[in-house]
């Protein structure tokens, strides 16, 4: 159990075109889901958590208008990255926590691979 | 903030073992071990709550000490399936949100 697909796995966009990824989990509900971005050979950096009917929250530095997360139902949360460039190039990863259990693990779908040309 | 781990790289021969400290400039409410090999997702390990506990999966387990805000794994007997990168990740707020570490790449060797 506690599945998390994300899709696409990977992308490839023109510079100023926007992309959008989804990130369902298939046999829970999550109010809560996290969008990561890691770069090669770094770390996970979050970006920011998403709430179902509510707005996001966004960690310092990450730009909301760049960003759009929507999290319209207790099983999809969607990120677009609007007018991209190359430096948005990047591995995108969504996790979800099952409802209600704040401190069970982090389930992570596998990634969207992001290239902006 | 996010923690520190260390050592960033370690290099180990089949059979051997290994230790990976995560520290936190900050009170913890939980931490969260992964392992994620190359173009992958990361994959769970184990979690650890407030009150100084240990856990085992297998031949790797981890331990939490909450004064001194820090948690190790521990490898045992390192097998070629280890190879990946570990990351810690902590949750300061109680909130949920994990916060990792910059990650200690492992290589098990035959």
């Known amino acids: 159990g506690a599945v998390v697909s994300q899709h696409p796995s990977w992308v490839i966009c023109k510079s100023g075109t926007s992309v959008k990824i989804e990130c369902r989990s298939l046999?829970?509900?999550?109010?809560?889901m996290f969008w990561y971005r890691q770069f090669p050979k770094q770390s996970l950096m979050l970006m920011a958590t998403?709430?179902?009917?509510?707005?996001?929250?966004?960690e310092q530095g990450v730009e909301k208008d760049k960003f759009l997360i929507n999290h319209a139902s207790l099983t999809l949360s969607t990120l677009t990255v609007t007018s991209a460039h190359p430096e948005d190039s990047s591995f995108y990863i969504c996790s979800a926590r099952a409802r209600g259990q704040n401190n069970s693990p982090l389930h992570f779908g596998n990634g969207t691979r992001l290239t902006v040309t | 903030q996010q923690p520190v781990q260390s050592p960033q790289a370690v290099i180990l021969r089949e059979g051997e073992d290994a230790v990976i400290n995560c520290s936190s400039s900050?009170?913890?409410?939980?931490v969260h071990w992964y392992r994620q090999k190359h173009g992958e997702a990361p994959v769970f390990l184990m979690i650890l709550l407030k009150g100084g506990e240990q856990k085992g999966h297998e031949k790797i387990s981890a331990s939490f000490n909450e004064k001194k805000q820090q948690s190790s794994l521990y490898l045992t007997a390192s097998q070629l399936s280890y190879s990946g990168t570990y990351f810690c990740?902590?949750?300061?707020?109680?909130?949920?949100?994990?916060?990792f570490g910059q990650g200690t790449t492992l290589q098990v060797k035959p």
């Open positions: 046999d829970f509900q999550a109010t809560t």
């Open positions: 998403s709430n179902e009917g509510s707005k996001a929250t966004y």
């Open positions: 900050k009170a913890l409410y939980s």
């Open positions: 990740g902590t949750d300061t707020s109680n909130t949920g949100k994990l916060i």
